[in-house]
């Protein structure tokens, strides 16, 4: 192995292809995408506030497992 750079075209087309790795096995796990989130109120919802990660996390879980109530079965 040389000491040659690895073009910026490959390591670009690394990155993104790792992150979207790390993103699916993130949802696979059920942990939320925060920065997806943010960028989609950004773009679409300027006028709203953001929430915070700890608020968005929270919400995500309620929403995926039922809330208040416990984890659901059905």
Known sequence: MGTELVPVGQYQT???TWRRLVQ??????????????????QDKH?????MDYKTFFRERQEARFGG???FRCC
Request: glycine residues 10%.
């Open 68 to 70: 208040k109530g416990g």
């Open 14 to 16: 690394f990155r993104r």
């Open 46 to 50: 300027p006028d709203r506030p953001v």
């Open 24 to 41: 699916t096995a993130r949802l696979c796990c059920g942990v939320p995408d925060y920065d997806n989130y943010v960028r989609h109120m």
